[in-house]
């Protein structure tokens, strides 16, 4: 439990740190970060990646990647990638071919998720407040549990990053990549195709075009699979209805305060488009009988918490109420985190931290 308490105070003392030099900068006229604090940022980036790609029988799904990965131990490349999502089967595939272990392919996937986290953090206007927001649940939870989702998100926060500098319909390209480590990527596409205000049909028609053709080449083949796993079944996710309204907050506040962000109307429409998202996932979490299929369908909303708390101290000239509002986010993601590791059911699937043992299976497996 320990690692995961440091992450946390680390990332959390930057955000308070950061907002002095922030606005030391703007009384001086400067807007650029100091070196220490980029420094520190990047030394923080290392450590999110490594804690999650060095993790050893850590993670609710630790045996099901296990499986994945002996899976691919002795069949040729097409059997492998038709195993499932082919992106992650052909990780899975050549590192093994490599002669290496599951830690690699944890270690890579760990290095995709926190390249794309940290690549949309340095685009709010306080970078470490959102990695601080992301640590309870998207790192700690979603890239320590669900890996395949966990690199899906992180390119696509990547993209996020992008869209106001490369355009919507590149967004698209990153979307892509998203679903070949988990297929229900491409259902971020519509929220993104109904953003545009100028050629709003022709890009609409051209991004919704590009989801029906990712979705007929890597989903429609497993959706049977898909629906008779999650709902049919009727699978339940334990404390699904308290992550699934985590999203409700940062929804509802963009949607009171939305003119307030500083925010071309492109971007607006977007976040306006994840904030319905979340109502609506909230909503139909009540309605669908199974629990699971909407949990991990809300996971791709998440970017809306890390943009819209991390924007929050921004909305406001005086500094003490922004110390504030920094405060109190660092304090809210304190308690969820709190309440999950000592709270959850399932929280003893990460407690506690073991570094995998590189080399051989006998060594002693250090825990934090």
């Known amino acids: 439990m ?16 950061g907002s002095r030099a922030w606005y030391a900068q703007t009384a001086a006229g400067r807007h650029d970060e100091p070196r220490s604090l980029n420094a520190a940022y990047l030394f923080g980036g290392a450590a999110v990646a490594l804690l999650i790609g060095l993790r050893y029988q850590v993670g609710g799904d630790w045996s099901a990647y296990q499986r994945m990965f002996e899976a691919v131990s002795d069949i040729n490349l097409d059997a492998a990638v038709m195993l499932g999502d082919p992106g992650y089967q052909l990780l899975n595939w050549m590192v093994n071919q490599a002669g290496l272990g599951v830690w690699v392919v944890n270690l890579i996937c760990g ?27 998207l790192v700690i939870v979603v890239a320590m549990g669900y890996t395949r989702q966990g690199v899906a998100i992180g390119i696509i926060l990547a993209g996020l990053s992008r869209i106001g500098t490369d ?26 195709a109904l953003a545009p205000r100028q050629n709003r049909m022709i890009t609409g028609l051209l991004m919704l075009t590009i989801a029906g053709f990712l979705y007929y080449t890597l989903v429609a083949s497993s959706m049977d699979k898909l629906v008779t796993n999650y709902i049919d079944a009727e699978y339940d996710s334990q404390g699904a209805a308290i992550r699934v309204a985590m ?37 139909l979490l009540f309605l669908q009988a199974s629990s699971t299929a909407v949990d991990r369908m809300a996971l791709y909303v998440i970017p809306l918490q890390l943009f819209v708390f991390a924007s929050l101290p921004g909305l406001v000239r005086d500094r003490g109420i922004s110390t504030t ?44």
Request: charged residues 10%; aromatic residues 20%.
């Open 247 to 283: 999203n409700l907050p940062p929804a509802l506040l963009f949607l009171f305060l939305q003119r307030r962000f500083n925010l071309d109307e492109t971007q607006r429409r977007l976040w306006r488009n994840f904030s319905v998202a979340a109502i609506f996932c909230l909503v």
């Open 167 to 192: 355009g919507l319909v590149k967004f698209a390209f990153y979307c892509g990549v998203a679903a070949l480590f988990h297929k229900t990527a491409v259902f971020v596409l519509p929220i993104i």
């Open 325 to 368: 509002l920094i405060l109190s986010v660092a304090l809210y993601s304190f308690a969820v985190q709190f309440v999950w590791l000592n709270y959850a059911d399932n929280a003893m699937e990460w407690l506690p931290y073991r570094v995998y043992p590189i080399g051989s299976p006998a060594e002693v497996r250090p825990s934090v």
């Open 111 to 137: 290095i995709i998720f926190t390249w794309g986290l940290f690549r949309f953090a340095s685009r709010q206007v306080n970078p470490w407040l959102a990695i601080t927001v992301s640590i309870p649940y």
């Open 2 to 17: 320990l690692a995961y308490w440091l992450l946390f105070a680390f990332f959390a003392a930057g955000a308070v740190l």
